[in-house]
């Protein structure tokens, strides 16, 4: 389990060739002195937070549990930081070198350092890897969940070695084993969820690599691979080229396979395939029907033993698509608006298969850089924040708490007001297009564990402002905000939400404190964390929020003008020692109104959910084993409860689904899996994954019409025939015909793993983000001083867009 820093934070320094580490406890010494048209402003006078001072004795117990370490050395170092592990408190720290590969075996070394105690001290260890030189790209993986291993590939000349080496270690880094490989790795080394022993990783030689072992012993399973994804158990997606080589003009003629058994046996599920993803339980692809012709979507519940086509609105392929998120019951996809420089499109939402599509929301922003604002809210069930293209160009947010089904702006938060002239007045979050333009240096903040709590960087007014905005907090899942900082900061959720902790993020001045709330951001303290201030990279922790440890990670400028790396960790445990009890707690029914008073009140997809959370004004710990508990009550089934049905869209401010154009008293004709039936709607479909029990319950039925359709051929198990796949199709009886989905692209894809030249790409991962992304175990160097620009390259077929 990794942190992951971003060159984001701060415009990096180099750290040096000879890095010599030191630690001190830090005693209670003070220090010595996107496409944005216009912007709308909040009056800042009305801002307002409560502050308390610092007693005595926090500052006293705070600077007894504060310590600072420091990475000396000459130019040409790169940093990252590994956390191994959940609450083993083991931290790896990584130097690398950034000279040329000939010149570093002249006489160059790597640098790796072991924490086992938080970050309090550091140990250097890199005899343990005989100071070889790990990769900069993906040098250090380590295990998921709360795995104790550890993967270092290093550098090695390609054209002078038959095959590379990695380390591997099975407890946190105490010791390493080093092993020669039969090939060289071009990307970084992909964990199985669940079997610790299972390693798969694609070669240079584009062949796929399988290790049962740990990574002791390795067996090629497949030539000529592109990319692959775990699926559930020991099931294995990979796209691959018969000719066993991959060139960007052959793409559309690539097969995609599936494995049961870790290459023992393969099956054949699909051909002319493009790209590939597989996300919440289902299997998708792109193909190329025809060599040249646009790319379809097709996508299989069942791990690709049958296909169907996705029944979306017809596009062409200069439009793009991209999947935004999905669970088992639902996916959420973006459709470009047409025109080649569109910035914006529609957000459809699917039925429980995945196949049949609805409009969700209109104007979304997509398109600047290929970054989309669209966030999952993992603090609460059904909560989705994105923004979109208003008039005149301007970029407004705006919340889901029913998974799409319904749209709507976000509240001024009451402690702040709009300047003069502001005719509509709301919150508006900053994103990744903010993200990237380096107005906010964090994405918005939720944890599953901190129940409704939402950190987030936004503007007030008509529109979101491109001026250095302010920090927000919601506690009841987006309802409700307030203003709780100036300025940008970098800001982490510990103890399961009890605590946040918040430092300043500049990059023009260094930075020596630290801020602290107990309250979900309505108080804070400040906490004076160095003697000598330093240009903050960001902020650190283990993941998920369990933890009461935060390092403060950046840079000092030396008086001989050399940089030293600093890592500061504080531990504020020992601040919050009461344990909470039972009087610390209340119950919370989320999304209510009223309490709970009217018998709809607090529904959202069929049930309430009423839980036992920490009281605002308790100051106390909730620790490593609080586990957050709920209720839930079935609901009577509302329009809220329903999204429009195909052909059907909701008129804004309206609950009430409406038929699109030419769409009237239009029977439909679906082909499913080789049979067509025929679908009877009165524009209404249940939000999957709805609970609700009885109530409002439109008329809405699909009969077999006792007709087959598209291709019934079946495959055979030795995979040198393609199991079915159905040329699904919907017609409209009255001779309106539906036109065939284009692919342009498909992005966001979680868990795909593609052949990559990482030396040729400049890849950088989120420092914090809402989820924070655990499919990818291996960690990017922090390097500079080159840019203090955003740059983010996850695996996606962003670069695939003609």
Sequence with gaps: MIWRLTALMVACF?????????????????????????????VKSSFTTCKTALSPREQKTLGRNTYE???????????????????????????????????????????????????????????????????KDFGICAGPGNSQQVILTAELPITHTPGGVIFTSVDSGVTFKSVQLPFHPAQPISFHDQNQQCLLVIGTDSGLWLSQDFGNSWS??????????????????????????????????????????????????????????????????????????????????????????ALLPTASSEQFYSLLDGDEDMIFIHVDSPGDNSYFGTIYTSDDRGILYSKSLEHHLFGIERKSDFINVTSLRGVYLTNVLVEDGRISTVISFNKGGEWRPLKKPENVECGRGVERCNLHIHGEHSLHSSIAPMLPLSDPSAVGLIIAHGSVGDSISASKPDVYVSSDGGYNWIGTLRGPHHYSILDSGGLIVAVEAHKDRPVNSIKFSTDEGQCWKTYNFTVQPFFIAGLASEPGTKSMNIGVFGYRPE??????????????????????????????????????????????????????????????????????????????????????????????????????????????????????????TKGYRKIPSDKCQGGFSPLRHMDASNKHCGNSSEGSSSGHHLPRLDQVWLQIVIGVSVGVVVLAVITAVANTVRRMNYRQRSTTYRFSALQLHEDEPCITSISGPSSNRASFQEDSDDDLIE
């Design 14 to 42: 180099a750290v040096s060739a000879e890095a010599v580490t030191f630690s001190r406890r830090v005693s209670d010494e003070q220090p010595r002195n996107p496409r944005q048209k216009r912007d709308s402003w909040a």
């Design 69 to 135: 370490t420091g990475f000396h050395g000459d130019d040409g170092f790169t940093f990252s930081l590994t956390w191994v592990g959940d609450g083993t408190g083991v931290i790896l720290v990584l130097s690398t070198v950034s000279t040329p590969l000939e010149s570093f075996y002249e006489g160059g070394s790597t640098r790796l350092y072991r924490s086992e105690d938080y970050g309090k001290s550091f140990h250097d260890i890199s005899h343990a890897i005989n100071s070889s030189f790990i990769k």
């Design 220 to 309: 090629k399973i497949h030539d000529g691979v592109y990319s692959f994804t775990w699926g559930p158990g020991n099931t294995l997606f990979f796209s691959y080229s018969p000719e066993n080589t991959v060139e960007a003009d052959k793409r559309g003629e690539l097969f995609l396979r599936r494995t049961r058994d870790l290459g023992q046996t393969f099956t054949t599920i699909a051909q002319n395939v493009f790209t590939f993803g597989y996300i919440g339980g289902f299997l998708f692809t792109s193909v190329m029907e025809k060599q040249g012709s646009p790319r379809v979507i097709y996508v299989s519940s069942d791990q690709g033993d049958y296909f169907n086509k």
């Design 559 to 680: 008086d001989d003008d050399r940089p030293m790396w600093v890592a500061v960790t504080i531990d504020f445990e020992q601040l919050l020692t009461r344990e909470c009890n039972e009087d610390d707690y209340e119950e919370w029914l989320a999304h209510s109104d009223d309490g709970g008073a009217s018998e709809t009140d607090g529904c959202v997809l069929g049930y309430k959910e009423t839980y036992r959370r920490l009281r605002k004004m308790s100051v106390c710990r909730n620790g490593r084993n609080y586990v957050v508990s709920k209720q839930q009550t079935p609901c009577p089934c509302t329009r809220e409860d329903y999204m429009c049905d195909y052909g059907y869209y909701r008129h804004e401010n309206s609950s009430e689904c409406v038929e699109e154009a030419n769409f009237s008293d239009k029977k439909l004709e679906i082909c499913l899996n080789g049979e067509m039936e025929e679908l009877y």
